[in-house]
């Protein structure tokens, strides 16, 4: 464990890890579309609440969405939650997970702060007490260990699983088509059936893309279509 401190802990600057994602961003980090950052203005100017949950270090946030939404990354956010250490911000008990502002234990949340750890019912009753309007509360993943499965486990929450490999399933399918040799199907399935991970995803996930991007095919008071409604804005292996 010692190794994997050196290299991924708290110091942003040991290891190799940091230092090379530092030196390199525009190889590994993409610029969020101009369409991506007006659709969180909007959202936010709506009266919804946008919060960004991560389980980066605040130092490495900063990094990272510096480069992605730029320098004012913080304006698209009413809390940002950093060093969330998913899965446990979702499965632990709340008493053990509360969250810090500079140091500091905090009881309650408060709009416009920058907190790190914590548990998500304090998100869940900062957004509900402060909404100016009734409504759902979605939450948007990548990881199906950290964000998805312990999501629907503990909250009530509409899961969005973003699903990036869904991004080749076309070009997969046509190569496969082309060539003579037997290869690897899909990890989705085959023949309209679907692979137990495909099974799972879509059971959990109420609605899957392939890039968070897509949110900005939805308007800002549009209900949310999902996968069980068949729609074909939802990212489909089939």
């Given amino acids: 464990s010692s190794g994997i401190n050196a290299e991924y ?4 600057n040991a290891g190799s ?11 590994y980090i993409l610029k969020a579309s101009t369409e991506l950052r007006n659709k ?3 959202l936010r100017e709506g009266g919804t609440k946008v919060i960004l949950i991560t389980a980066s270090d605040i130092p490495y946030t900063e ?12 304006s698209f956010f009413d809390l940002v939650c950093c060093k969330a250490r998913k899965p446990g911000f979702f499965s632990s008990t709340a008493y053990r997970r509360p969250f810090f502002r500079d140091g500091i234990v905090v009881e309650e949340l408060t709009g416009g702060g920058t907190y790190m750890e914590g548990h998500w019912t304090k998100v869940d009753k900062w957004v509900r007490h402060n909404s100016s309007k009734p409504g759902r509360i979605a939450y948007i993943g990548d990881s199906f260990k950290s964000d998805i499965i312990p999501t629907k486990v503990a909250t009530s929450w509409d899961i969005l699983a973003v699903v990036l490999e869904g991004k080749l399933m076309h070009v997969t399918a046509c190569e496969h088509k082309k060539s003579d040799t037997i290869g690897w199907s899909s990890f989705f399935g085959e023949r309209n059936e679907p692979s137990m991970y495909a099974g799972r995803l879509f059971e959990l996930a109420d609605l899957t893309l392939t890039d968070v991007e897509e949110l900005t095919l939805l308007g800002v008071d549009q209900e949310m279509p999902t996968n069980k409604t068949g729609n074909s804005f939802t990212f489909s292996p089939f």
């Fill in 17 to 27: 890890y940091f230092p090379s994602i530092e030196r390199h961003i525009d190889m």
């Fill in 63 to 74: 990094l990272l969405m510096s480069h992605s939404y730029g320098k004012d990354w913080r």
């Fill in 9 to 12: 802990g708290p110091d942003n």
């Fill in 40 to 42: 969180l203005l909007a």
